[in-house]
């Protein structure tokens, strides 16, 4: 992905996205770069990596438990 720019609903501020890959394995080489996507708190957004080398994504990452992962809406 690049070239992103936009802005999110306050309801998950401020977590800005999700990259999340089903196993480490089938995910590979996978680049993110120049996005800029803001939250209404204005606090620098964040954004839920999973099983993906987070070193070629240009992303603040932090980690979420399947717990804590509401699926309920899909």
Known sequence: MKNIYGTTSAKLDPQAGSLVCSAPDRCSNIKVENITI????????????????????????????????????G
């Open 38 to 73: 803001t939250v209404p708190s204005g606090e620098p957004p964040v954004y839920e990596c999973r099983n993906m080398d987070n070193d070629l994504l240009q992303l603040t990452c932090v980690a979420e438990s399947e717990e804590d992962r509401d699926t309920s809406q």
